[in-house]
């Protein structure tokens, strides 16, 4: 089937706004990720999703950053007030999550970039 | 100490030659260690996957991993042009979570 999505795939917005940035895992796959890349930098653990569930939000940056997950399915992460250091590109991945393994291929989606004027 | 280290680089090896890209990781519970590509611009995707100590082969690439030295390795035989791009090296840390490196740039001069 098809593989992950994101969108919108660019959004611009002005200081002090608040965004929404949408993933579509892969059917069937009940892990989700997010992470945040910013120019140049390697990727940076947000928060991960096992079903709708969120064991591990470690990596938030502070509480202007929150997730959800509804359905197994769509996430969305919302930047309240964003501020000019949350412009990057933000990735989500999907994973089938076999228990039975602790290898779990990641697939990443085409990312959102993220520009906060 | 990074929990997942690797050479920022740039990399550069002449095309046909063998590219050879290091990764050493601090968790010595770590049970699966990831390979991804990057182009610039685009978002990883997974090149390799290894849990057992050793070599693991696929075509043109052959992963490593030494799990008493802590080090995962990454060989790239007859380098091509397209092969240029950002490898990220990521283990996962004995939980669901993937740590990655901040990838090393190799570039393949024709």
């Known amino acids: 089937g098809a593989g992950v999505s994101q969108s919108p795939s660019n959004k611009v917005t002005e200081k002090g706004k608040d965004v929404e940035l949408r993933c579509d895992p892969i059917s069937g796959h009940t892990a989700l990720y997010w992470y945040r890349q910013r120019l140049g930098q390697g990727l940076e653990f947000l928060i991960y999703f096992q079903g709708n569930s969120a064991p591990d939000k470690s990596g938030l940056p502070s509480d202007r950053f929150s997730a959800e997950r509804t359905g197994e399915s769509v996430s969305t992460l919302t930047i309240q007030r964003t501020q000019q250091e949350d412009s990057a590109v933000y990735l989500c991945?999907?994973?089938?999550?076999?228990?039975?393994?602790?290898?779990?291929?990641?697939?990443f989606g085409p990312g959102t970039r993220l520009t906060v004027l | 100490q990074k929990e997942v280290e690797q050479n920022s680089g740039p990399l550069s090896v002449p095309e046909g030659a063998i590219a050879s890209l290091n990764c050493t990781y601090s968790?010595?519970?770590?049970?699966?260690f990831f390979w991804y590509r990057q182009y610039s611009g685009k978002s990883p995707e997974l090149i390799m996957f290894i849990y057992s100590n050793g070599d693991k082969e696929d075509g043109r690439f052959t992963a490593q991993l030494n799990k008493a030295s802590q080090y995962v390795s990454l060989l790239i035989r007859d380098s091509q042009p397209s092969d240029s791009a950002t490898y990220l090296c990521a283990v996962n840390p004995s939980t669901e979570k993937l740590t990655f490196g901040t990838g090393t740039r190799l570039t393949i001069i024709p």
């Open positions: 968790d010595r519970g770590s049970q699966s």
């Open positions: 991945a999907s994973s089938p999550f076999r228990r039975a393994r602790s290898t779990d291929t990641q697939y």
